[in-house]
């Protein structure tokens, strides 16, 4: 039978999704209610980065369908909403969006129609949607900024949270398009997965960070250490060991966020609010540093390289970059240049190339670990008298003696 699929409203996430399933065959139907948006999108102005997202898309331009008459949702069997979830400063998801188009959706589509929310939920948020349990399913995200397109298109794993019936056939179709195993739970225990997943994750993040900073404290090296951790069947070389400026983007410290709320025991609340503690010092570490060293009272003149959350993405949601950036201003520093390949800050002088703002700068600071940074070579770039480089991106031989270098875990 022919599958039509639409994806009810336009997000990095539904963008990922739409494009990989009709990489798999599918006929999609991708709708919205912006206009402009749609238009632009019919002639390929994607204004959402992401890595190779672009080109799949381009590649299936005949099965894609951008639109904003809201009648042919009615001519599709699966109808998924993928919203990506706003949050606040403090990790705090805006629901509101989400609950509209959803009832929006349900106005709007056939009741044969298989309904699948793909979006960030709280736990016990799906058992609530009025719809036939029957049809509506909750599966799981895990894509990642920067990794979307290869993740969407190639899934280590597929988590679907259902009722307690089989599933609807049309969607166990679909999802056999792709080869991965299919992990089918109850809605509540799909809910808790996609947190359970990031706090996971938030764990290996916060040890990592203050397991290198001790490193720093008592001149141990955190990369040696790493390298002997890594070697643990237990751990892994997929683990988080790579020290970083806290917990950023959006994503991790909303399900930290939500887990706190629905979390009634005041030991658990503590352990969970402590990863919170310390993504907020770490994402000072480079503030310390200048502090600790007088630096911003010897030299004026301050470059930042890299202004997104991470590497491969155009977000600075909760950037440390930007984090930075708003603290030495407070301090009375404005002598502040930078340059990102894909983000942009208005609040900041921000250069066409990095090597503008080597000129410019007595302080150059690496916020984000964009992989054309470690072609940088300092070492006879005389103006540049500190390196502050916390990912360790460039090695001993890229800068010379007189100029001071500092990374994470040293």
């Not at 999108?41 to 369908?65: M, V, W």
Request: with cysteine.
């Amino acid at each position: 039978m022919k599958i039509t699929i639409a994806y009810n409203g336009i997000s990095h996430l539904s963008l990922n999704y739409a494009a990989a399933s009709a990489e798999k065959g599918f006929n999609i139907i991708c709708y919205d209610q912006d206009i402009n948006l749609i238009n632009n999108l019919k002639k390929n102005k994607i204004e959402i980065f992401e890595p190779g997202l672009k080109k799949l898309l381009l590649k299936n331009k005949k099965k894609i369908i951008f639109t904003n008459d809201i009648k042919l949702l009615k001519t599709c069997n699966l109808v998924f909403i993928a919203l990506d979830i706003l949050t606040n400063n403090n990790g705090v998801s805006d629901l509101s969006n989400l609950k509209k188009t959803i009832k929006f959706t349900i106005k709007n589509i056939r009741k044969k129609s298989v309904l699948i929310i793909q979006s960030q939920l709280p736990p016990g948020f799906l058992s609530k949607i009025n719809w036939n349990k029957k049809k509506l399913y909750y599966q799981v995200e895990t894509l990642i900024f920067g990794k979307a397109v290869t993740r969407a298109l190639s899934p280590e794993r597929i988590i679907v949270g259902k009722n307690e019936n089989n599933l609807d056939k049309l969607y166990k179709l679909y999802l056999d398009r792709f080869k991965c195993p299919k992990i089918l739970m109850n809605y509540k225990s799909a809910e808790l997965t996609k947190i359970f997943i990031n706090i996971f994750l938030i764990t290996q993040v916060t040890t990592t960070n203050v397991l290198s900073e001790y490193c720093e404290n008592e001149g141990a090296d955190w990369d040696k250490i790493k390298d002997a951790i890594m070697l643990d069947k237990r751990i892994g070389k997929h683990a988080y060991l790579k020290p970083g400026l806290g917990i950023s983007g959006g994503n991790l410290e909303r399900d930290l966020r939500t887990l706190i709320k629905f979390t009634n025991k005041k030991e658990y609340k503590s352990l969970f609010n402590s990863y919170s503690t310390i993504s907020k010092i770490r994402k000072d570490w480079v503030l310390l540093k200048l502090k600790k060293f007088k630096f911003l009272q010897k030299y004026k003149k301050i470059g930042i390289l890299g202004l997104s959350y991470k590497e491969g993405t155009n977000s600075i949601k909760n950037s440390p970059s930007i984090n930075l950036i708003k603290k030495i201003k407070k301090l009375g520093f404005s002598n502040i240049c930078s340059y990102d390949p894909k983000a942009s800050y208005k609040e900041v002088t921000q250069f066409k190339n990095f090597d503008l703002v080597i000129k410019n700068s007595s302080i150059v600071i690496i916020m984000t670990p964009w992989e054309s940074f470690k072609l940088i070579n300092f070492k006879y770039i005389n103006n540049v008298k500190i390196i502050i480089d916390p990912y360790k991106l460039i090695t001993k031989n890229q800068f010379s003696k007189k100029q001071t270098y500092l990374s994470m875990g040293h």
